[in-house]
């Protein structure tokens, strides 16, 4: 199974990082980098599989694809946001961090408007 490749080539990499922490704190930073950039791409392939069988279902369902796609890169952007926070706490920046999610987030509004405006749309038009 595949997790435990993936569980094993974190808990190496963190028993790395944390030995090699006390003599070059630089270079623990970016195995613990490294390390998150290898477990995504790994990931990717599984992802798309499931992003391909979603559109598939949506237009089985007729569900407008803008809608759609701007969901997908809603759930994108948080978890790149997360990752991205998370990788800057590792550093010891936690307020770094605060900022990316703050920026993710607004992000995710932004995109999220249309979907608001059309469904605000659709109950204005539901009222009598």
Known sequence: MEIFQIVGLGVVA?????VIKAHRPEIAIQI???????????ILGKISAVVDLLNSYAQKVNIDLIYFST???????AYIAEFGAEV????????????????????IIL????????LLDLIISILP
């Open 14 to 18: 963190t028993i790395l990082a944390i």
């Open 111 to 118: 995109l999220a408007v249309p979907i608001i405006t059309s």
């Open 71 to 77: 969901l997908l890169k809603i759930i994108g952007i």
């Open 32 to 42: 613990s980098l490294l390390t998150g950039i290898i477990i995504l791409v790994v």
């Open 88 to 107: 800057c706490r590792d550093a010891g920046e936690g307020a770094i961090a605060s900022k990316v999610e703050l920026a993710g987030k607004v992000i």
